[in-house]
């Protein structure tokens, strides 16, 4: 059992072989997984490698011996599901099945972005009531995208550990909201591949990886203004606009917002993505 991110995928794959025994079904813990969303992961790896694919989305980063969490398994194959449940399912580790495989998935990715939002107004210290409104608006656009992108979606998978659960977990104690506050709370002076590699130890941060190919998603259905939180945080991460703009998102500031500001002031506009 293993946790895959996009990375992965640009290397041989048989580095992970040894992780995949032939007479064991490829599970995946979300945690992340950005990817373009016409594909879900569950339909990538091909027959030869693994069957059936099982995203497991929890509200953890790592399994802690002796306290209490939960997760949802998704599979389309009842009888595989009630396998995993059976197997997983304990006092202290309490697991639900859906068959809701796509939005299990996404879920378990779109988190990540809403979490980079998060970190962002950690680092302007604006206070709990702005991130529990930012996380609301970031959990309503992830149920928009996922719908669009997926309509047979179940309204109930939201409400699941992968969904609201794992949402609340990574804004308050995942690396995505932890390297986002680093962010801003440095004034934009470090670029998030600086903080990757000095805080994360060699990991990826999947939301900044997620928003890049949402803010592409959006673009060619050419929804961004029924994304605007999505839109804001991608554009503060390419630092188009300051981090402070992140409560400015019904707006959604541009870049040359900021242009056209210093235009008018008679000088050269200068971006800061601190909290000044």
Same mark, same amino acid.
């Given at each position: 059992?293993?946790e ?15 992780l ?9 813990f979300?945690?992340?997984f950005?990817?373009?969303f ?5 339909s ?33 194959i ?20 859906s ?9 378990g ?8 939002? =998060?970190?962002?107004v950690?680092?302007?210290?604006? &206070?709990? %009531?702005? !991130?529990? /409104?930012?996380m609301? @608006?970031?959990? *309503? ?22 969904g609201? =659960?794992?949402l ?5 104690? &995942?690396? %995505?909201? !932890?390297? /986002?506050?680093?962010? @801003?709370v440095? *004034? ?8 990757e590699r000095?805080?994360l130890?060699g990991?990826?941060?999947q ?20 994304f605007?939180?999505? @839109? ?25 917002d ?11 506009s200068?971006?800061d993505?601190?909290?000044?």
């Amino acid at each position: 059992m293993f946790e895959l991110d996009k990375a992965a995928l640009d290397r041989p794959t048989d580095r992970h072989l040894t992780l995949r025994p032939p007479f064991l079904p490829r599970f995946l813990f979300f945690s992340p997984f950005p990817f373009l969303f016409s594909v879900v992961l569950s339909s990538l790896t091909p027959p030869p490698l693994f069957s059936p694919s099982l995203p497991l989305s929890s509200p953890f980063s790592f399994f802690f011996p002796g306290r209490f969490s939960e997760a949802t398994i998704g599979s389309e194959i009842d009888e595989d599901r009630e396998t995993w449940l059976r197997l997983f399912n304990t006092a202290l580790f309490q697991t639900r099945g859906s068959n809701d495989v796509a939005a299990v998935e996404m879920c378990g990715t779109l988190k990540n972005v809403v979490a980079i939002g =998060a970190g962002f107004v950690d680092g302007l210290g604006e &206070g709990n %009531n702005a !991130k529990a /409104a930012i996380m609301r @608006v970031g959990f *309503g656009e992830m149920i928009k995208l996922i719908k669009r992108a997926f309509p047979t979606t179940h309204d109930g998978t939201f409400l699941e550990s992968c969904g609201i =659960a794992d949402l609340i977990t990574t804004c308050y104690g &995942g690396r %995505n909201r !932890k390297c /986002a506050e680093a962010f @801003v709370v440095r *004034g934009g002076s470090c670029s998030f591949d600086e903080i990757e590699r000095e805080l994360l130890s060699g990991q990826k941060l999947q939301g900044v990886l997620t928003s890049h190919e949402v803010q592409e998603l959006l673009e060619t259905w050419g929804a961004e203004e029924e994304f605007p939180l999505f @839109v804001t945080i991608n554009r503060i991460i390419k630092g188009d606009i300051p981090a402070k703009d992140i409560t400015r998102y019904k707006e959604m500031p541009s870049k040359n917002d900021y242009l056209n500001e210093g235009k008018r002031k008679g000088k050269k506009s200068k971006m800061d993505v601190s909290t000044h």
